[in-house]
C-alpha cells in the first residue's frame, strides 16, 4: 500500500491545501489507513466530523492542484464536512459519498 499512496501523493498534498484554505482556523491532523484504503483529514477542535478519501477515489483526481480544488467545490465537499458532526467520518469515494460512525 505504500507505493499506492507515494503514487497518490500530489492529490493527498492538493486536498491538504485546500483543507487548510478552506478551514484556515483549524488544526488538521492527516493520517492514512492502509487497511481501509482510505487518506483522511481529521480537524482538532472543531465541532464536526473527520473527513476521508479512497483511494480509488484519489486514483481519478488530476495532479495539478486547482483542478483537485475545483473537483473539492463541485462535490461540495466543504459544506458536507461542515454538516458532519463530530464523532462521524464523511468518506468520498468514485459513487458519491458516505457518513459512518468513527469506532
Not at 462535490?75 to 467520518?89: F, L
Amino acid at each position: 500500500m505504500e507505493q499506492h499512496t507515494v503514487e497518490l501523493k500530489s492529490q493527498i498534498e492538493a486536498i491538504a491545501r485546500y483543507l487548510g484554505r478552506t478551514f484556515p482556523s483549524a488544526g488538521i491532523h492527516r493520517y492514512e489507513e492502509a487497511a481501509r484504503g482510505v487518506a483522511g483529514f481529521s480537524f482538532i477542535g472543531e465541532p464536526h466530523g473527520s473527513v476521508e478519501f479512497r483511494l480509488d477515489y484519489l486514483e481519478t483526481l488530476p495532479a495539478e492542484e486547482n483542478a483537485v480544488a475545483l473537483e473539492m467545490h463541485v462535490r461540495h465537499v466543504s459544506g458536507e464536512i461542515g454538516a458532519t458532526p463530530a464523532g462521524q467520518r464523511l468518506v468520498f469515494g468514485r459513487d458519491g459519498f458516505a457518513r459512518e460512525a468513527v469506532a
